[in-house]
């Protein structure tokens, strides 16, 4: 049984930075691609990056050339640093495994992004 814990959110003004962590344990998390994902109130789930096992990378042009996704394998947890936020990127963000996730998504961490 996988679980994944985002965490790091928060409220921030729009050119703000913030970074988010998702924890994985259960499962065997350097062998897998792994993606960031947010939901915008009264919208579908989007994929916003995501990284392979070996560390390419891949982004939404929503958001490529500000935010940056890494991993840390030893600690089984994946990164996603977002700089010069704007007001669109409010969202709750999740973490799951790409593309085929994991069948129970984590709680998601909100951002919100408001002067």
């Known amino acids: 049984q996988v679980q994944l814990v985002e965490s790091g959110g928060g409220l921030v003004q729009p050119g703000g930075s913030l970074r988010l962590s998702c924890a994985a344990s259960g499962s065997i998390f350097s062998i897998y691609a792994m993606g960031w994902y947010r939901q915008a109130p009264g919208k579908q789930r989007e994929l916003v990056a995501t990284?392979?096992?070996?560390?390419?990378?891949n982004y939404a042009d929503s958001v490529k050339g500000r935010f940056t996704i890494s991993r840390d394998n030893a600690k089984n947890t994946v990164y996603l640093q977002m700089n010069n936020l704007k007001p669109e990127d409010t969202a709750v963000y999740y973490c799951?495994?790409?593309?085929?996730?994991?069948?129970?998504w984590g709680q998601g961490t909100l951002v919100t992004v408001s002067s």
């Open positions: 990284i392979t096992s070996g560390g390419s990378t």
């Open positions: 799951n495994r790409y593309p085929h996730e994991y069948d129970s």
